[in-house]
């Protein structure tokens, strides 16, 4: 790549309620694999296509702090929890579009879960001409074009990357699935551990569990 300023930028968003180890693995292996200059993190505000989080996105978005502290290509942009509205991906990319320029490549990151979902996203198709997504494979859901809805089976199929490389020859329009280590690990199965008062150690960082105490986070309901 002849422009290192150009070298296609990171962006991962997620409800991380909370942060585990299958994103900071996702994003690890996304950045090497796909040479990224880094990777911002972007914790949702209200997240419009799911159950809205049952905590303050003010703790989501400081556990998303902690993980990622000390790594030097990750940061964090809080303007989605910081927003007073829901917040849509397509508006954040094009915030960001504004901010970086109309040449900047920009990879969003997601699991194939969250992939299989995106033809609920508000306005879904104009995210193709703002970003290349970046899929990576997630234990039990398939990355294949038959088991997608129509729509997006047929963006999939048009413009389905086969190397790294491509994210680099334009600013967005690309769909490149990535392998990554198969960690079967959920914020859904955290919090069930954490609300049955079993332990989650090794599926977070330390000290998001830490956080997560001192906060009371997520705990079982109290006895009266
Ligand atoms: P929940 O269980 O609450 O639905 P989650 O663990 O899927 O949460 P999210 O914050 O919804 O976490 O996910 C953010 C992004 O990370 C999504 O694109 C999702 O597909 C991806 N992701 C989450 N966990 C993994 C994992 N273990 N392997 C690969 N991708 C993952």
Not at 61 to 86: I, K, Q, W, Y
Not at 108 to 116: K, N, R, S, T, V
Not at 125 to 143: C, D, K
Request: charged letters at 20%; one cysteine or more; glycine letters at 8%.
């Amino acid at each position: 790549m002849s422009d290192p300023a150009l070298r296609p930028l990171g962006l991962f968003g997620g409800t991380f309620d909370p942060v585990h180890f299958g994103h900071l693995r996702l994003a690890e292996e996304a950045r090497e694999a796909l040479g990224l200059a880094g990777i911002r993190w972007l914790p949702a505000g209200q997240p419009p296509h799911r159950e809205r989080p049952r905590i303050d996105p003010a703790h989501r978005l400081a556990m998303v702090r902690l993980a990622v502290a000390g790594n030097g290509h990750f940061s964090v942009d809080p303007a989605e929890v910081e927003a007073a509205g829901p917040s849509y991906t397509v508006t954040t990319l094009a915030r960001l579009r504004r901010e970086l320029g109309p040449a900047q490549p920009l990879v969003l990151l997601m699991g194939a879960d969250a992939f299989a979902g995106l033809a609920g996203w508000h306005r879904w198709q104009e995210i193709f001409s703002l970003a290349h997504l970046a899929v990576l494979h997630r234990p039990g859901y398939a990355l294949r074009p038959e088991a997608l809805p129509d729509p997006l089976a047929r963006e999939f199929l048009q413009r389905q990357g086969d190397v790294p490389e491509d994210l680099a020859r334009a600013p967005a329009g690309c769909i490149l699935p990535l392998p990554m280590t198969q960690l079967d690990i959920s914020a859904t199965h955290v919090r069930v551990l954490l609300a049955r008062g079993a332990s989650p150690r090794y599926l977070l960082p330390d000290a998001v569990l830490d956080y997560i105490r001192r906060h009371q986070l997520y705990g079982p309901p109290a006895h009266p």
